[in-house]
């Protein structure tokens, strides 16, 4: 079921669903709708059986926690020191560092989840804007309907697209030389640090926010994703119509999906 929240002068609408697909036998995605805060969560597991699945949990968790614990402090960045004067970009950064922190502290101290991981795409909206933090190769794209128009706002973290920038090559040209181009490079719990990439876009009104597992683009193209999305005008619906070509397609993954839609006022 949708919901919304007042944001700026008109609305946010949030709708969001996860799929195990027709090749695994378990789903290691975990997601986030709002309950207080504004905030929608995608994170993608991977460590293998019971192990995904902790990882990308513990990670929204953590992000959610800090944020309400942190909602009425303006400049709290315990425990790292990201600076001050810019309290949600902060707060981003820090509470994802943080859940970087206790998977990989979880790792190491547990046997049978060393070396679990996840990835994680997380949006904000506040004041006038939206705030967009990720780690890995789960994204987030805008569309807007009246451009016919869809455009990937993060950069995945991962060996092949570190290649093509290497050697100012496309992604398709790159995936041709580098093996197993799939690979993150980086993700929530591989390392004790973490570098986060926050960024703040200008929404307007009409767009639509995706926030997505590879599960989904793997095996959905940027365009049909497109116009899948903006033929079904209900959210909930929506997210099922997006699953479901990602089965379709073959579903060689699990698949997860948050929209947020930014809505006249009622």
Not at 8 to 20: A, H, K, L, Y
Not at 94 to 107: D, P, R
Not at 235 to 249: G, V
Request: net charge negative.
């Amino acid at each position: 079921m949708s919901t919304s929240f007042p944001f700026n002068n008109w609305r946010v609408r949030f709708s969001g669903e996860t799929d195990v697909g027709r090749k695994r036998d378990h789903n290691e995605d975990y997601f986030y709708l709002p309950d207080e805060e504004m905030i929608g969560i995608v994170a993608d597991g991977m460590g293998g059986h019971a192990c995904g699945e902790v990882a990308s949990e513990m990670a929204v968790e953590t992000v959610i926690k800090y944020f309400r614990d942190t909602q009425d402090d303006a400049q709290v960045t315990w425990p790292f020191k990201v600076g001050h004067g810019r309290h949600n970009e902060n707060r981003m950064a820090t509470s994802v560092m943080l859940a970087n922190q206790l998977i990989f502290e979880e790792g190491q101290a547990t046997k049978e989840r060393k070396g679990m991981g996840t990835t994680i795409v997380v949006i904000l909206f506040d004041e006038d804007y939206a705030m967009l933090a990720h780690v890995g190769d789960s994204r987030i794209y805008r569309l807007r309907e009246q451009e016919r128009e869809i455009v990937q706002l993060t950069e995945d973290h991962a060996f092949v697209t570190d290649y093509a920038r290497m050697k100012g090559i496309t992604i398709a040209e790159a995936q041709h030389t580098v093996h197993q181009s799939n690979v993150v490079s980086r993700a929530l719990g591989m390392k004790e640090e973490v570098k986060v990439d926050v960024q703040r876009v200008a929404p307007g009104l009409g767009d639509i926010f995706l926030l997505c597992t590879d599960g989904l683009t793997d095996m959905v193209s940027d365009q049909e994703i497109l116009e899948v999305t903006l033929a079904q005008p209900n959210l909930d619906r929506a997210c099922d119509d997006l699953i479901e070509a990602a089965n379709k397609a073959g579903g060689k993954d699990n698949i997860t999906v948050v929209l947020a839609r930014i809505e006249p006022q009622d």
